[in-house]
């Protein structure tokens, strides 16, 4: 099965237009799949936004904490930045599933900050810093790390599968669980 190149539908609505034919329609695979794949894009972007404002507002609803809210977005950019670079090295086609990575990591990634957040507001408030973060991480890193290793080998799993979409979805999805449990 040949490759089309990537501007091909570019280039002929732009030959047929160039030619003066006004009321031209295209039909055909590489037409559905340029505007499968435009329609993505544009629900990627559209997806993230509104996952990222649902976060940042319920963790300032939650918290009342504009710091919390500045150290939880940084973190879901970072986060989610290193899996989609991953998901990019690995060559995984943008579809259905990889569009939901974002959010599916990025509420993973808030759990685990919230939980450490949580915590640290627990500790007693004479404590230096450094100690209560110590406490912190003491306390808690156990339990995170399992809950995270789970959930990754649930993801994981996926790559038993004999179908591509899922086996890119389930490792990206996982290696981005362990960019929020390493952050």
Known sequence: EAELPADFNETVRKVTSDAGFSNTYFFGLS???????????????????????????????????FSLVVVAAVFL?????????VAQLLGATMNVLTMAIPAIVGIVSMSDLIHVYTHFREEKAELPFQTKISRTYKDLSKSLLLTSITTA????????????????????TAVGIFFALAL
């Open 153 to 172: 080998i649930g993801f994981l799993s996926m790559l038993f599968t004999d179908i591509v979409v899922f086996t890119q979805f389930g490792l990206i």
């Open 77 to 85: 950019v970072i986060v989610n930045v290193l899996t989609l670079a």
């Open 31 to 65: 037409i559905a799949e340029d505007s499968y794949q435009q329609t993505l894009k544009t629900e990627i972007t559209v997806l993230s936004a509104v996952a990222f404002t649902v976060v940042v507002f319920l963790i300032w609803f939650s918290f009342r904490s």
